[in-house]
Nanobody
Framework: QVQLVESGGGSVQAGGSQRLSCVVSGSTFMNFAMGWFRQVPGKEREFVAGISRSGATSLYSDSVKGRFTISRDNMRKTVWLQMNSLKPEDTGAYFC?????????????????WGQGTQVRVSS
């Protein structure tokens, strides 16, 4: 059974930084492309960042490009999302996801496993 557990959320002031972590268990981590999504109440879950199995390729939404960085360590079975220059509109529940596709992917439908989410609140 594949499990994804996120950590690192919390409250931060605008302009600050935060790093989210996601540890994967129950399967071979390097078999998965990984991604981060976020969601606010009443809205659909939106893509934030994705990284390929090898870590060679990453993709970002336009709203976070240049501010967020996704990375992974296949030995530690962990993927991170480093968030800098945070804005109030970055507030939401952040979800880690794993896809059996090898390349970095951007849609909810392409991901097979999900974590429970961690809340990020950015105050102005």
């Amino acid at each position: 059974q594949v499990q994804l557990v996120e950590s690192g959320g919390g409250s931060v002031q605008a302009g600050g930084s935060q790093r989210l972590s996601c540890v994967v268990s129950g399967s071979t981590f390097m078999n998965f492309a990984m991604g981060w999504f976020r969601q606010v109440p009443g809205k659909e879950r939106e893509f934030v960042a994705g990284i390929s199995r090898s870590g060679a390729t990453s993709l970002y939404s336009d709203s976070v490009k240049g501010r967020f960085t996704i990375s992974r360590d296949n030995m530690r079975k962990t993927v991170w999302l480093q968030m800098n220059s945070l804005k109030p509109e970055d507030t939401g529940a952040y979800f880690c996801a794993a896809s059996t596709v090898s390349r970095a992917v951007t849609t909810v439908q392409e991901y097979d496993y999900w974590g429970q989410g961690t809340q990020v609140r950015v105050s102005s």
